[in-house]
């Protein structure tokens, strides 16, 4: 049984991938860390940690007798916009302080998040090869770029078996939006089913491919099961499950909310978004570890509202 160390526990993906995971191993053989700041009721053992902290990380790795680790910990596109500084000791040099620490310490195995905003205005926008230009706009996607180069190089030199995928933009009802540029898609359920206009920071026909949370986690956890020998890049693997726009999005809400009200108002987030993909081919992770997603723009939506009515203990009409 692994003994497993989750960092970013109460994030977007640590949220939906705990409870997985405590599902699948026991909550015994689970240690979360959260940052100082936040506060988490958990069945695993708790410890407070500044990721940027290399010997906080192995007191915690050695205490715990940490083989595997999800190393979730880091910020979005946008707020790494913001504070540009910070978010690269939290997005990048945070992996180098894990790699180090696998090398040292003999880690199994690591899961490390990368994601499309590692492509960029020059990556074909359409079905989006897994092998392409990496020249991102943003600094969150050039930490990621630089974190895939660095988890590849870790893996040849010293036989660090990290593992990773691009996700695409994920939705979730686990935990409320953040700011992401393609948060905009969680925030339009709370607002749809709270009865309140939604003022949308992207074009109606701006399209970006998505992923509901549950397959994302099913696809992650069964990339970390995968046989070695079957993986065939240790980059990060492109994952998709549909792309859509938010006028899209918006009409396939008001099949179940039909009053729903949005307008647009396009800020910095569109240049954002329009540097990234509409689509991605995702044919490799198929073929070396059978990624494929279950859930469609139509079963996502009906699900989200149901799963946040309940959150949100708001009545069904």
Not at 193 to 220: H, N, V, W
Not at 230 to 256: D, Q, R
Not at 263 to 291: C, E, K, M, N, V
């Amino acid at each position: 049984m692994p003994k497993i160390l989750i960092t970013g526990s109460a994030g977007q993906v640590g949220s939906a991938l705990l409870p997985a995971l405590i599902h699948k191993y026991g909550a015994e053989n689970i240690v979360i860390t959260i940052h100082k700041t936040t506060a988490v009721a958990s069945p695993c053992a708790t410890e407070t940690l500044d990721i940027t902290n290399q010997d906080a990380i192995r007191a915690i790795l050695q205490k715990h007798q940490i083989d595997t680790i999800y190393h979730l910990a880091g910020m979005l596109s946008a707020a790494s916009e913001k504070n540009p500084d910070l978010a690269w000791e939290v997005n990048f040099s945070s992996l180098k302080n894990i790699l180090d620490l696998a090398r040292e310490l003999k880690i199994k195995r690591i899961f490390w998040p990368s994601s499309i905003a590692a492509f960029g205005p020059n990556t074909p926008h359409d079905h989006t090869p897994q092998s392409t230009i990496l020249e991102p706009s943003t600094l969150y996607g050039v930490a990621k770029v630089s974190g895939e180069l660095l988890c590849n190089y870790y893996y040849k030199k010293f036989n660090v078996d990290v593992r990773s995928v691009r996700y695409p933009g994920l939705i979730s009802h686990a935990a409320p939006p953040a700011d992401g540029t393609t948060e905009y898609s969680i925030a339009m359920f709370y607002a749809a089913l709270k009865k309140e206009p939604f003022s949308c920071f992207l074009r109606a026909d701006s399209a970006l491919p998505m992923l509901y949370m549950d397959d994302a986690i099913k696809g992650t956890i069964d990339l970390m099961e995968a046989d070695a020998a079957a993986l065939s890049t240790h980059m990060s693997y492109n994952i998709s499950g549909f792309s859509f726009t938010p006028a899209e999005l918006v009409t396939e809400i008001k099949k179940h909310i039909p009053g729903f009200a949005v307008t647009y108002a396009p800020d910095f987030h569109q240049a954002i978004a329009d540097s990234w993909p509409r689509s991605i081919d995702d044919s490799l992770a198929r073929h070396d570890w059978g990624w494929q997603p279950h859930f469609t723009l139509e079963t996502m939506v009906a699900d989200m509202i149901k799963q946040l009515r309940v959150k949100l203990n708001i009545p069904a009409e």
